[in-house]
């Protein structure tokens, strides 16, 4: 391998990245491609790929496809040793026919996004708290996911169940139930219908029971890094563990790669979007964005809208104003996005005053 130097011309780095391999590329300072090579997904490979890339010129970027999954570790590799990292998003299926398609295509293509400018996002540095509550969060989307199926497979059993066994649990909450269900003794002759029904049921209610165990679990573990990131978010009227760690985990543990509270509204798809004509003058809503935090802000003003009397004294102005809950709901959660990053980006909490709805529209 061609010894490192960071000398000579400036280059500019694209890395088109897979499960097993990345392709990496370089150009010059005016987009001549210089050399494009594969490399091992490895450290070792992640190593070699960057000491190739600095055998080329002085390293001014690279841009990385994939940062949040394939790339994710060589981006670390790369922020680690210092250099400029830029989150590369795949080209268009419009390119794609028009340049066709390959590794070292790809690669060329990413290292072009930088230079032109095109591409600019910084990705998330994954390698924090922020980190631990996005992989935790994840299990956690899973215990409930089979929670609510087995839920749901439960009902649709009852439904055609035997008349004895559906009557047996007829007006039960559904802890009762489960709790019911769970107890079932189904007898050692499964070739009976009753007793089947009876073994599937148990089965399913315990399994349950299991998924809320997990699920405890996993809150338990996750309160508390949800506070050590972000103790403030938490003091937000409205703002529990389950959304402020969706929103701590859209925005990573580097939340200041946004640029200004405007950025994170685009982040979260509450960004108001012109839809004026003639002498019709309004916004909006955004169908863009991280949906997760969509979500979670969608959650926060819905909890505010019932139990916060400034955003119900707001909804009653705007709503004689002549909006449509639709557009109020789509004011506040730009309202509450403003809140959540200043909160996300600085150390002490700010107070917001009533007067702050207004800006809000």
């Not at 960057?50 to 060589?74: C, K, N, Q």
């Not at 700010?350 to 207004?358: G, K, N, V």
Request: with cysteine.
């Amino acid at each position: 391998m061609t010894s490192m130097t960071h000398d000579g011309p400036q280059i500019t780095g694209g890395v088109d990245t897979h499960g097993l391999t990345h392709h990496a590329a370089v150009i010059d300072s005016i987009g001549r491609h210089l050399a494009d090579r594969e490399f091992e997904a490895t450290i070792r490979g992640y190593r070699d790929l960057l000491d190739w890339m600095r055998a080329h010129g002085a390293l001014t970027a690279v841009g990385v496809e994939g940062t949040g999954a394939y790339g994710a570790e060589l981006a670390r590799v790369l922020t680690a040793a210092g250099v400029t990292v830029v989150d590369v998003d795949r080209p268009d299926r419009k390119t794609r026919r028009m340049k066709g398609k390959s590794d070292p295509i790809d690669a060329y293509a990413a290292a072009t996004a930088v230079l032109s400018g095109r591409a600019t996002g910084t990705p998330k540095s994954r390698d924090g708290v922020v980190e631990a509550v996005r992989v935790l969060r994840l299990a956690r989307r899973s215990a409930v996911k089979a929670r609510t199926q087995a839920m749901n497979q439960i009902r649709g059993l009852l439904v055609s169940a035997p008349a004895i066994l559906r009557e047996q649990v007829a007006g039960l909450d559904r802890a009762a139930l489960i709790r019911t269900l769970a107890r079932l003794r189904p007898g050692d002759d499964l070739s009976r219908p009753l007793a089947a029904t009876r073994a599937a049921l148990r089965r399913l209610a315990r399994r349950h029971q299991a998924m809320d165990a997990e699920i405890a679990g996993l809150d338990t573990e996750i309160g508390p890094l949800v506070k050590q990131a972000a103790p403030q978010l938490l003091e937000l009227f409205g703002v529990g563990p389950e959304t402020a760690g969706q929103l701590l985990a859209s925005a990573g543990d580097n939340p200041e790669r946004m640029r200004s509270e405007a950025a994170f509204a685009h982040l979260a798809g509450v960004a108001p979007i012109p839809a004026s004509s003639g002498r019709t003058h309004r916004h909006r809503l955004n169908r863009g964005g991280d949906r997760a935090a969509n979500n979670a802000l969608h959650t926060i003003v819905l909890t505010r809208m019932r139990f916060d009397e400034r955003t119900r004294a707001y909804v009653e102005r705007r709503t004689k104003e002549g909006l449509n809950k639709k557009d109020i709901m789509r004011c506040l959660k730009r309202f509450v996005a403003r809140e959540v990053y200043r909160a996300l980006t600085t150390t002490p909490t700010e107070r917001i005053t009533q007067t702050d709805l207004a800006p809000a529209a």
